[in-house]
């Protein structure tokens, strides 16, 4: 026996199999919500679009051949990075799956021919049935994959806001390090007409074989923190590099921007609380993973009857009978007898209780984030701000006492060396101070979710 696919409410097959075959996979508009995501993230505009043309080698070089700032790195990390990339491939695939949910199940058709054994007119037989259960199904199906859809945008929008962060700390880290190499060396300098002095002083009997050996030590840790700065400097830069996924070796890359005056805000925490429980993208993929759960447990319970497939068929007996064509409806059911999907709802309705215990952590763990980072920012720039405005200036007026009263005769070479060296200590301690404050607001632009000017309750005092 045959059937034919036939659909609640009178569709036609073949409507159905014309919009099934009309069924395409566009992830243009998801890509543009992306980017939209990720410009309200970072407030960069120039973003990767999967249907533009990438970024050329000669455009990359042009780019960086004449420094390198802050914001072009940025730029260039949105533009070029492959793992951003690939994440907007991934939402190509999650519009598949979200088109794969609305389309109905193929149709199954059955032929039969019967050759009487003594010969005479053939019987034949022929069956064309659909899914029934689809109908019911598929607005389930369809809730569920747009939600992972959205999860999806949302992740590539938190990746995005995480790979800016990354470059632009990565960035400081590498100005900060060329600043300490430039601080290292004058130690170097220093620490050497420190020795020279200390043995001048030993050959006239002033300074004993203990401060002459004291001196070398000195100048044996410059030496060492010179290396390590250098170390510390090719280590950044690599590092920024492969944030901005460049194949070419950029060392010699010229970084234009240096460490950001230390910005006294005056950060209203608890609306820097609400506005990252309102815009922060991994809490909003959280809650679609909820949407997506509700989904599918409504969805678990639908397929109670997992199968009903309902047709027409037709059948031409075999010559002597009474008529020459049969066609009636046909259905086909599963009976739920044994497995009613029991323990498919019950796993779809203990993941969903996971996922809104998992959202509420989420949200106590980004509400107590954003309070630390924003404290830990306060903090560093009132630090950063004391060894600039205080620390710094008390030790270079010391070396310019020192530098007078050398030259009236009133004080050693070593008493001036050592205050020379006291400034050289305040620069570099000046250089870890600026580049924290830096890290503490690029950490707390990232607990938020968007930058500090496009937060709530961050503004200048």
Known sequence: MASWKLHFGGLCPLLSLSLAGC??????????????????TTGVESIYHPEGPALSAEEIQLMVSDGLGLDEAARLAL?????????????GVARAEYVQAGLLSNPSLSLAFLFPEGGGRVKWTADLVGSVADLWQIPSRKAVAAAGLEQRILEVSRFAGELVAATRAAYFESVAAGAERSVARESVELARRLLEAVRR????????????????SLSLGAELSLRRAEREEVTAKRRLAALLSLEADVFEVELADPLPEPALLELERESLVDRSLEVRPDVRAAGKAVAAAEGQADLERRRIIPELSAGLSAERPEGGSSTDFL??????????????????????EFHLAELRMEYAAL??????????????????ARAATFVQEDLLPQAEQSAALAKKAYELGDTTVLAL?????????????????????????????????????????????
Do not use: C, W
């Not at 533009?79 to 939402?91: D, P």
């Not at 949200?363 to 560093?380: L, N």
């Not at 200590?425 to 250089?431: D, G, K, P, Y």
């Open 363 to 380: 949200v106590a763990e980004v509400s107590q984030e954003v309070r630390a980072k924003a404290d830990k920012a306060a903090s560093a």
């Open 201 to 216: 002083q030993a050959e006239h009997g002033v300074a004993t074989r203990t401060e002459e050996n004291l001196a070398e």
């Open 79 to 91: 533009l070029n990075n492959r793992r951003l990339q690939a994440g907007f491939m991934g939402l």
């Open 417 to 461: 060396l050592e205050a020379q060296r006291t400034v050289l200590e305040a620069r570099r301690t000046l250089v870890d101070a600026l580049l924290e404050a830096a890290r503490s607001r690029i950490e707390l632009e990232r607990a938020v979710g968007a930058p500090l000017g496009a937060a709530t309750g961050a503004k200048a005092p």
């Open 23 to 40: 069924a395409t996979v566009d992830p243009g508009p998801d890509y543009e919500k992306a980017r939209e995501e990720i410009h309200a």
């Open 327 to 348: 066609i009636g409806p046909t259905a086909t059911i599963e009976i739920p007898l044994f497995d009613q999907n029991q323990a498919q709802v019950s796993r779809a």
